[in-house]
């Protein structure tokens, strides 16, 4: 066997004690063995007791590659036993990915013997639970167990693997299969426990999850029927749309219910000083133009007004049919004083575009103007 390398005994994994957290692993070091002094700190800077190559010196380089050199040297299997054995005294040492780094070169020498290499698929599947690459540390249980179906330790990591991934199914199968070696074993107990939990949950989440998606379907299936009721269209569109708050869309009062009042988010612009305004819920019953009285009462005037040219009842009202598929051109309507909102969508064919009613506001005394330039942007 090469010299060189720290060995442990045979005994790679046994069951550790733990009430909160049974689980399997290689035997952890005694509090006097872990705990290193002065001496023992300087002893690991020596090439033939480094158990981490962040212990190593600039003197000490040749001879670590020289031992490196002796790693690979013997029968496959003592080469494979050798790394197998690095591997569990950084197991030991908590440095996952180390303890898989020589097992996995353990498993390459391709030794022939099952037993060493049924114990590094089994521990390398212990790390990669540690570092929660449980894809992997369930391949490698699947590895371990084809040599030996009796390895209990094996059908537990594998459960563990398969709980954490939410593979219920087949967390309870390995559990079982782990049981019918070990009808006794507490970790495997623990955690047929911890899977029936978890299933529980899951369900429960499922469940949920359903009925939500039931209610939305039915709300969705409502606010359809209720905009053919009223022959109000609707389309999307992604170009130029504003920056409006998410909730910004037409609803039901009874969201199951298509005969209740629609509200209907409305989109105000000023053209004429490129600003805007942003009324959230109209009732569809609601005459635009009441509406409008309070938003631009001679009290209540947007600070950007400074002539105070857009006073009710000193405005007009304009809907925009944009050109599409039904409607040939684009064209100018104004919104008169009694209409309401609804009259506004069902009657005059406009469509509502993104979930939302655009209005223009004009001052009367530059509407001209405003259809002038308007005329300009939409050709016929």
Known sequence: ?????????????????????????????????ASLG??????????????????????????????????????????????????NECYRSKSWRDAVEYYTKALA????VDEINEACYANRAACNLELQNYRRASLDCAEALKINPRNVKAWYRSARACLAL?????????????????????????????????????AASQSARQERDRIS???????????????????MDSSGSPNLPEDATVLLENPLDPSSTLHFPVLLLYPLHLESDFIK???????LHSQLAEVLSPSNL?????????????IEVLVERKKSDIHPKSTLSKVGRDVTTKRILSESKLELVNGMLTIFVVPKARLAEFVSEWKQQNPS
């Not at 020498?109 to 022939?112: A, F, Q």
Request: charged share 25%; net charge negative.
């Open 1 to 33: 066997m090469p010299t060189g390398f720290p060995l442990v005994g045979s005994e790679d994994v046994r069951p550790v004690a733990d009430t909160g957290n049974l689980q399997y692993g290689p035997v952890a070091p005694t509090e006097s063995s």
């Open 38 to 87: 002065t001496h023992g700190k300087k002893m690991l800077q020596v090439p033939l007791f480094m158990q981490s190559l962040d212990d190593a010196t600039e003197e000490t380089n040749d001879a670590l590659e020289a031992l490196k050199a002796l790693a690979y040297e013997g029968e496959p299997h003592e080469v494979a036993q050798n790394f197998r054995q690095q591997g």
């Open 109 to 112: 020498t391709k030794c022939t």
């Open 166 to 202: 939410d593979k219920i199914q087949e967390a309870y199968d390995c559990v079982q299969r782990g049981l019918a070696v070990d009808a006794s074993n507490v970790a495997l107990k623990a955690l047929a426990s911890q899977v029936a939990n978890r299933e529980k949950v899951i």
């Open 217 to 235: 379907n039915a709300k969705s299936t409502a606010l359809r029927k209720a905009l053919e009721m009223r022959n109000i269209k609707s389309r």
């Open 281 to 287: 819920s109209l009732p569809e019953d609601t005459k």
């Open 302 to 314: 947007p600070p950007w007004d400074v002539n105070h040219e857009y006073r009710y009842p000193e």
